[in-house]
């Protein structure tokens, strides 16, 4: 993260948080994470294709992107 400074006050770059907080909350309130589970069985993938999804779909209800942008995105998002 760069600052600014500004006298003797220095500003610096924060992540976004409150929303993609929020929104991890509802999914697992909602037991999406369980539906996924389900409904995707057995399929063998070397990486862990829930929290990918959850990504995505965080992204399209904070800041709708392409899912190439989304690396830009998390550069200034708290996402666990």
Do not use: H
Request: proline share 2%.
């Amino acid at each position: 993260m760069t600052g600014q400074k500004l006298g003797e006050t220095i500003f610096e770059e924060g992540q976004d948080t409150g929303n993609v907080l929020v929104l991890l909350l509802l999914w697992e309130k909602m037991g999406m994470s369980e539906i996924f589970k389900t409904n995707l069985g057995q399929r063998k993938v070397k990486f862990d294709l829930i929290k990918y999804i959850k990504c995505l779909v965080i992204n399209r209800l904070c800041d709708p992107r392409s899912k190439l942008g989304i690396r830009e995105w998390l550069e200034g998002t708290y996402f666990p």
